[in-house]
């Protein structure tokens, strides 16, 4: 059973059970339904409908939709045999994940008709996971078969624009290790809903800036061994030493003209890294690129990016599940 479909609904006999449904059930695009999840007899979750995304989420313009058509169905449609329509079969879920005060939000969009069944944490740059480049980024992972859940790293208080730079290093001290604690919710209950459920073996581990750095603290203390692969654009405050602790294969994309993530510092990484990374460095492009193309010639770099990460993730999860 694949968790393509993996909509979680509520059932007639015990309203309160998180439920996996067969392949292809999904909600109506219009219903709005809240749940209570239990783990272990302990409710912890609630889910919300809020629509199949091929209606249009009021952030995601017609433009950012067809671009999706554009680069992810017509690359399945050739490789996985679908067609255009599994993109108008991603559906979006709002979950609340833990109990009481220390609850966090998150997104999670599942593949319907061409779902292969594994996880994707997503981590936000700063300004957090109700952005909208960040969700359609989301998105477009979702449109080739995967389920991603992106999670709200600063309790409801991202970065914002009009902030003076002042504010920054406290700001970013006082959310660290609250967005590690989130980290650490999402992953259990990733676990507990993907991998207990025998859904997938592996979960994959993607991050933006801020939460490309923390892709690699992440992986550097996976001792479980929950996660197969990760991906870091552009990572910010990255330690070699700990970089050094990740034993699985990291897909880094950067620019060479992004102070932020500086590409001596990357190819360093690739070197001592045994978990087998690989380095790609966009010539002439600085920070946030990928997910937020400004030009373009950023757009054309931002396809050519999605289509290095499917295939990092097509050879890494879903062929290796084989």
């Known amino acids: 059973m694949g968790l393509a479909s993996a909509i979680f609904m509520a059932s007639a006999a015990s309203s309160s059970r998180f439920l996996l449904r067969p392949p292809f059930t999904t909600f109506s695009p219009n ?176 991050g933006f800036c801020f939460g490309g750095g923390k892709v690699i603290d992440v992986l550097s203390e996976d001792s479980d061994h929950h996660f197969g692969i990760g991906v870091s654009f552009y990572g910010t405050r990255i330690q070699p030493s700990v970089a050094g602790k990740v034993k699985v294969p990291v897909l880094y994309i950067t620019g060479d003209d992004d102070p932020l993530c500086p590409v001596k510092l990357m190819e360093d990484i690739e070197r001592d890294n045994v978990g087998g990374s690989k380095v790609v460095v966009f010539k002439g492009r600085g920070h946030g690129f990928v997910h937020r193309p400004a030009s373009n010639e950023e757009d054309k770099d931002a396809e050519e990016a999605f289509m290095i990460l499917r295939n990092w993730l097509q050879n890494g999860l879903v062929a290796e599940g084989k």
Not at 60 to 83: A, F, M, N, P, W
Not at 107 to 128: H, P
Request: proline residues 3%; hydrophobic residues 40%; glycine residues 8%.
């Open 31 to 206: 219903l709005q339904l809240s749940v209570n999840l239990n783990f272990n007899g302990k409710p912890s979750v609630t889910v919300q409908k809020i629509g199949n995304l091929s209606v249009n989420r009021r952030r995601r313009s017609s433009i950012r939709r067809d671009k999706c058509r554009r680069l992810c169905c017509s690359q399945v449609r050739i490789e996985y045999g679908t067609d255009e329509e599994a993109c108008e079969l991603v559906n979006g879920i709002e979950v609340s994940i833990g109990e009481g005060s220390e609850t966090v939000a998150a997104y999670l969009l599942t593949a319907v008709k061409n779902n292969n069944g594994i996880g994707i944490l997503l981590l936000s740059d700063i300004f957090g996971f109700e952005d909208s480049s960040t969700r359609d980024f989301a998105y477009r992972i979702a449109c080739n078969g995967y389920n991603v859940l992106l999670p709200d790293l600063f309790n409801g208080d991202p970065w914002q624009k009009e902030r003076p730079m002042a504010l920054f290093e406290p700001w970013l001290a006082t959310h660290t290790q609250t967005a590690g604690t989130n980290i650490a919710a999402s992953i259990k209950w990733m676990v507990d809903e993907f991998v207990a459920a025998e859904i997938v073996n592996k979960l994959g581990i993607i």
